[in-house]
């Protein structure tokens, strides 16, 4: 087979390419990034399907970004988020592809969801608000999947990820998310010598966490094994409050300091936690202890923390 990633050089798309690589042959597979072709520009679209003429695509391509981003600029994450969605769908489509896995995030999922979340509810409300313009662009895919499978025979896939962490996550300031954030928060406090650690909120929240790495491992199946636009979440479906995660990085880390709870500031959403049956109905789970998916992310921050080198999103 001919495996195309896009996206390849991006938090997933870096756990995707080598165990594609290891289990089908480095040779089979190719990593692409916005490097090699623009994929929000149509010429540029048909140019990557005529030269790669891809078996199977891993379309990982994405345009995203944190929550303060996203306010600034919602209208570019659902123009631009669109266009990656809309045009390489039509092409797959055109050039005859096998197999395309698409993924997307629980964001699209609507505001009023009731955890655990399972696939159904995808349609039964309007996503949060700060995030609405990226979060409908993508949940476009699902729809995307149903009209090219139906009209061009495209056998298309999509994969919900959960709330994932792990190495080459993304730990810029004011663009990370929960995990990382901490990361790098508990990093910089623990150097810097302080004594005492600043979170906001109660820590009463509660979230489940899934390591990159598991996701990326469960797409073979979905290549080989699952044949429908269905879309199915990837997760732990475990539940963790904010609390017990910064106990957690915390202890790991190896911070003696004080965690403090500015309960002044929000908590957010309380309970957001996806429900993984139809994953499990699959013979899947995502499995990876908190705690250990937690050791790598360090090890890994802590070792590129200084170098921020090419990928290395600090």
Known sequence: MRIVVTGATGFLGRHVTPILSKL??????????SKNYNLMNPIEVKQMFDEQAPEILIHLAAYSGGIGANRTFPADFYYRNTLLTALVFHE????NVKKMIYTMGGCS??????????????WEGFPQNESAGYSMAKKMGIVASKCYRQQYGLNSVILI?????GEYDNFRENESHVVPAM???????????????????????VRDFVYAKDVASRIPFFIESYDSSEPVNIST?????????????????????????????????????F???????LGLSCDTPLKEGLKYSIRWFENNYETKGDGIRL
């Open 24 to 33: 089908y042959g480095k040779n089979s597979v190719v990593s692409l990034s």
């Open 92 to 95: 797959a489509a055109l050039h």
């Open 109 to 122: 999922y609507p505001a009023t969801a009731v955890s655990p979340i399972d696939e159904k509810q995808m």
């Open 161 to 165: 990820p959960g709330n994932m962490y």
């Open 183 to 205: 990361i790098r928060r508990f990093f910089e406090i623990k150097r810097s010598g302080a004594t005492e650690i600043v979170m906001w909120g109660t820590g009463k929240p």
């Open 237 to 273: 479906g475990t539940t963790v409050s904010i609390r017990e995660l910064a106990d957690t990085i915390c202890d790991t880390m190896e911070y003696g300091g004080r965690i403090v709870w500015d309960t002044t500031k929000p908590d957010g959403q309380m309970v957001k936690i």
């Open 275 to 281: 429900d993984v049956k139809l994953l499990n109905s």
